[in-house]
């Protein structure tokens, strides 16, 4: 596996400075509390109200406790300084984890699930910002949906009699989307399920081809913009519950 492979691998996570994401450090001199900036199974990005921060240098090591709605109980690693960043009013650093024990591992056990469950948590676009998609089959033939679902291993949509009819199970297909507004992605991909409802719509869900360079070149992508929906979900539902 090459160390760009690597690299991707280590899917890092924006974070959009949300409030409830935050991390402690500890050190020689005392604990300081910091927002998360970005996260991945091998570090984090925090910041720090200038008047609070800690002045770290390069290598430190620290003890970070972080806390992420998705796990119930906050979870502890060993980081070292990697970066830092001056700003007018705030302190950034870049941590880089440390290799884990097993015991201490396993005590970060539910961190580990998230990061390792996270291509396959399937979440719906905002039905106020519908994530259109194009597919076309072997036939040439193209069908113009909305995703119904996706993660950042496959997507469904539905299509009507019309559009079934230009697409087969287990068919190759060319999907065409935009997540964000940028250029638009362009994945392969294999048809994995036909679904009726009962209705004149008929259900695709279809499996990104992992094996196909589009894939590498789009999955950051497609993790960032899951996490993110899956960060609103969680808002939304943890708002419904206070409320």
């Given amino acids: ?21 935050l991390a402690l450090l500890e050190t020689a001199g005392g604990e300081f509390r910091g927002e998360i900036r970005n996260l ?25 406790t972080i806390s992420l709605p998705l796990v119930t109980e906050a979870c502890e690693f060993r980081a070292r300084v990697c970066h830092r960043t001056e700003r007018r009013d705030c302190r950034d650093y870049g941590m880089a ?55 950042a291993l496959g997507l469904s949509f539905f299509t009507d009699r019309e559009g079934d009819a230009r697409l087969t199970l287990d068919d190759r297909v060319t999907l065409r989307l935009s997540l964000d507004g940028g250029e638009p992605l362009v994945l392969a991909s294999v048809i994995r399920g036909r679904i009726l409802d009962g209705t004149d719509r008929v259900r695709y869900s279809v499996a990104f081809d992992r094996a196909d360079p589009s894939f590498a070149e789009a999955e950051e992508r497609l993790a960032d913009y899951v996490m993110v929906l899956q960060r609103e979900e969680l808002q939304r539902n943890a708002s419904l519950r206070g409320g």
């Fill in 1 to 21: 596996m090459s160390a760009e492979r690597d690299r991707r691998s280590a899917y890092r996570v924006q974070t959009s400075g949300a409030r409830d994401l």
């Fill in 97 to 151: 984890f440390e290799p884990q024990s097993a015991r201490e591992r396993r005590r970060s056990e539910a961190f580990y699930r998230l990061f390792n469950r996270r291509r396959a948590y399937r979440v719906t676009p905002d039905p106020a910002q519908p994530l259109p998609v194009s597919a076309v089959g072997s036939a040439r033939t193209q069908v113009l949906s909305e995703v119904n679902d996706i993660s």
């Fill in 40 to 64: 991945s199974i091998g570090g984090a990005g925090l910041r720090f109200a200038l008047d609070e921060a800690p002045c770290l240098a390069l290598g430190t090591s620290v003890r970070l």
